[in-house]
């Protein structure tokens, strides 16, 4: 495992600690006297469509941050891929021009110990998701994220569940993915468990995934529900596998911050962020629930069918990946929590 100081990018966001200052930190002096007030501006980057609920939870950040310091933090969105794919935007949090993103796949190239909640059907869908979350496991996580990478975890936003889309053929079981290729997120332990499985993993952006379908490139994918909705994926499948039934992931999703920008900040500063952000997480995990409540029939109605699927089949085929990753980046504890924790 790369340590934090072998890491170019790492060492790159320490060279680049005095270009935060003239990137997001301006001083100006009060009519009143020689009293200085920090403003301090926040760039937010997202993959995600505006639709997705990742822009619910960013806007009720924006909203309560902004109210909180009087106006004088100021929070832009840019959701969309605006500001870069997700490697991108973690590297421009390290080098200080992008103050918060959301961490996945690419981050855990950057932090390995990521990748144990990322093994499939590890993680029973959204309850055991924020049980393992915000209790005791959430906290270890976050520590060694930031041990590894550099990155504060401010709070804990959510994708949802997701099912294995398919074009043509529909899965029921592991003998139905043989040889398709299926987009995953840029993360060992996907690649490792899709091969397991039998399928052709095939790394794609999330942004190129309609395309990738579209032209054939994949045969299909591992999206979280909503993402299916919000990028028109249900106009290039026709099958989903049941998430109610097997959750092929359900990871929380660390929203992050350079921790070294963080403790740079006013002492003032940082509390409003923290406090404005575990409150913008639990109403953006909220605002997932919500939608996957309402998402069913609206895939059903958009001519996607949603197959039964034996999920002991797809588990014992995955097992093994489970601990031996977890050996190889030093996480078999946190393994056996995480299987251990309950809702």
């Known amino acids: 495992?790369?340590?934090?100081?072998?890491?170019?990018?790492?060492?790159?966001?320490?060279?680049?600690?005095?270009?935060?200052?003239?990137?997001?930190?301006?001083?100006?002096?009060?009519?009143?006297?020689?009293?200085?007030?920090?403003?301090?501006?926040?760039?937010?980057?997202?993959?995600?469509?505006?639709?997705?609920?990742?822009?619910?939870?960013?806007?009720?950040?924006?909203?309560?941050?902004?109210?909180?310091?009087?106006?004088?933090?100021?929070?832009?969105?840019?959701?969309?891929?605006?500001?870069?794919?997700?490697?991108?935007?973690?590297?421009?949090?390290?080098?200080?021009?992008?103050?918060?993103?959301?961490?996945?796949?690419?981050?855990?190239?950057?932090?390995?110990?990521?990748?144990?909640?990322?093994?499939?059907?590890?993680?029973?869908?959204?309850?055991?998701?924020?049980?393992?979350?915000?209790?005791?496991?959430?906290?270890?996580?976050?520590?060694?994220?930031?041990q590894q990478a550099g990155f504060r975890v401010l709070g804990w936003f959510s994708t949802g569940d997701s099912p294995i889309e398919t074009v043509d053929v529909p899965v029921s079981s592991p003998e139905d993915l043989q040889g398709l290729r299926i987009r995953v997120i840029e993360s060992p332990i996907l690649l490792d468990a899709m091969r397991a499985?039998?399928?052709?993993?095939?790394?794609?952006?999330?942004?190129?995934?309609?395309?990738?379908?579209?032209?054939?490139?994949?045969?299909?994918?591992?999206?979280?529900?909503?993402?299916?909705?919000?990028?028109n994926i249900h106009e290039v499948i026709g099958y989903m596998t049941d998430w109610e039934q097997m959750t092929f992931v359900s990871e929380p999703r660390p929203v992050i911050m350079n921790a070294e920008f963080f403790d740079s900040l006013s002492a003032d500063h940082q509390s409003i962020i923290e406090e404005a952000m575990l409150e913008a997480a639990d109403y953006q995990r909220g605002v997932v629930l919500e939608r996957m409540g309402e998402i069913r029939q609206k895939l059903i109605d958009n001519g996607i069918t949603i197959t039964d699927v034996d999920a002991d089949a797809f588990t014992v085929l995955v097992e093994p990946v489970w601990h031996d990753y977890a050996e190889r980046i030093g996480a078999t504890d946190l393994l056996e929590r995480i299987i251990a924790a309950t809702p």
Request: aromatic share 6%.
């Open 197 to 231: 499985l039998g399928a052709n993993p095939t790394p794609t952006a999330y942004t190129e995934v309609y395309t990738g379908l579209q032209q054939g490139i994949i045969e299909g994918a591992h999206l979280d529900v909503l993402s299916v909705d919000t990028l």
């Open 1 to 146: 495992m790369e340590s934090q100081l072998e890491n170019p990018i790492c060492q790159s966001k320490l060279t680049q600690f005095a270009g935060w200052t003239a990137g997001a930190l301006m001083v100006t002096t009060l009519l009143s006297g020689p009293v200085f007030a920090q403003s301090l501006t926040l760039r937010f980057a997202m993959i995600t469509a505006e639709t997705f609920p990742y822009m619910d939870g960013a806007e009720r950040f924006k909203e309560l941050v902004e109210d909180r310091s009087d106006g004088d933090i100021e929070v832009l969105l840019y959701p969309g891929a605006q500001l870069g794919d997700e490697r991108q935007i973690n590297e421009a949090i390290l080098e200080g021009t992008v103050q918060i993103g959301i961490g996945a796949g690419a981050m855990a190239n950057l932090a390995p110990i990521y990748n144990i909640v990322q093994v499939p059907f590890l993680i029973r869908g959204q309850e055991h998701m924020q049980a393992i979350a915000l209790g005791d496991i959430g906290e270890t996580l976050a520590e060694l994220i930031e």
